[in-house]
């Protein structure tokens, strides 16, 4: 309860902050569906120059914004290759950073290296990772780029690799903007170009792969980080989302669909004086309809410099969620999921079989009651894993309950259901594990079952289902 109040509290501060913003690109995303007009730089530059200069004018606004309604299309910047060249074929994931001069420090060669080092030779195939060299200061970019093409030479000609400049001639105005927050002058100059960088980068890395996740130049990654991706974006099938999260840090760690990144670059670029990326990012998640948050855990990625980008301050922030070993990611293959037990709130069943930070919530459960997953097709199990109860609440565990798997599925009014089960036994302590499964069993699995063999007056929150398929 104190975690849905505390969420409850962040969004009426974001909304009391942000109302007019909020309006503003509701209206502008309604009119993108209606009109088609060409997409021009020189319009939203001037868009940007005089919001830096005037009080919002709805009126204004909705004039302008018909010249600036198409947000499908590129935007117009002519970039400069500073090493590589993109494939032809199409990857599966690319993974952008965006990187400036830094008063102490450089992070960005270990980023890269981790990335690269952390993936497989299968993953390697699959991905790509765009680097924008966004800072204004030619020299450092020389440097940055002879450093770069000495230390991963075959990255770059493997075509996995790509640096990039977009020219300072198609930014925006950055100085005398708005004080949003009271944050002195350097400060909103700073993170305005951050925007405006990561909108370029967006927009660059649009039609590169089926999906993007945006990473700091700071960063270290988990092993076989791609492989989980894969796995949780499997889980997801079916469900609608904008936004994936697999660090709960700023910016680190945002997944995409590709498809959405043209919409993001000119979101970025539209409100790019108004407060930081990572705050113009929960909004766009929002504006597109997912209402909640989707974490992964553990985490993917760690943020591992020491110094800000910003001024060089000290910046000590660390995902305590990180895992750098990632040796048991669960396959969940799709199902559908259905329970008799009476649902407290939004805490539905699906939420146990996330590979997301969410939980299934059942007030008392009785004696019979039933917790079900339909599996779309027949699998082989190597391994099951059930959790229950959280740290907050250890005694809302199933006390006294067992876990059957089923073959032979029937239609059942609505829905289907497995007309046999087999019971692999007993939860302890709240929890259940068991592996070799596919070696105890004489069919391929249809229907798994946690069944409640007596009645408990403590609720009973399911934290995690896990199951690895053969």
Known sequence: MREMVADKMRCLRKRSTVSFLGILVILLLFMNLYIEDSYVLEGDKQLIRESSTHQPNPERYVHTFKDLSNFSGAINVTYRYLAGMPLQRKRFLTIGLSSVKRKKGNYLLETIKSIFEQSSYEELKEISVVVHLADFNSSWREVMVQDITQKFAHHIIAGRL?????????????????????????????????????????????????YYVMLEDDVRCSKNFLTAIKKVITSLEGTYWVTLEFSKLGYIGKLYHSHDLPRLAHFLLMFYQEMPCDWLLSHFRGLLAQKNVIRFKPSLFQHMGYYSSYKGTENKLKDDDFEEELFDIPDNPPASLYTNMSVFENYDASKAYSSVDEYFWGKSPSTGD??????????????????????????DILHHGALDVGGNIIPFKQNRQCSTYIRLGEFKNGNFEISDVNQKIPFDVHCMRIHV??????????????????
């Open 162 to 210: 790509m640096v990039i400049h977009a020219p300072e001639e198609y930014y925006p105005i950055l100085n005398g903007l708005k004080r949003n927050y009271n944050d002195p002058e350097d400060r909103v100059r700073f993170r305005s170009k951050q925007n405006v960088d990561y909108a370029f980068l967006i927009n660059f890395c649009a039609n590169i792969s089926d």
């Open 370 to 395: 039933v917790f079900v997953i339909i599996f779309e097709n027949p699998i082989i199990i190597k391994k099951i894993k059930v959790n229950t109860g959280t740290e907050d609440r250890q005694n």
């Open 453 to 470: 063999t007596k009645t408990q007056k403590e609720w009973l929150i399911i934290r995690s289902i896990s199951i690895w398929t053969s």
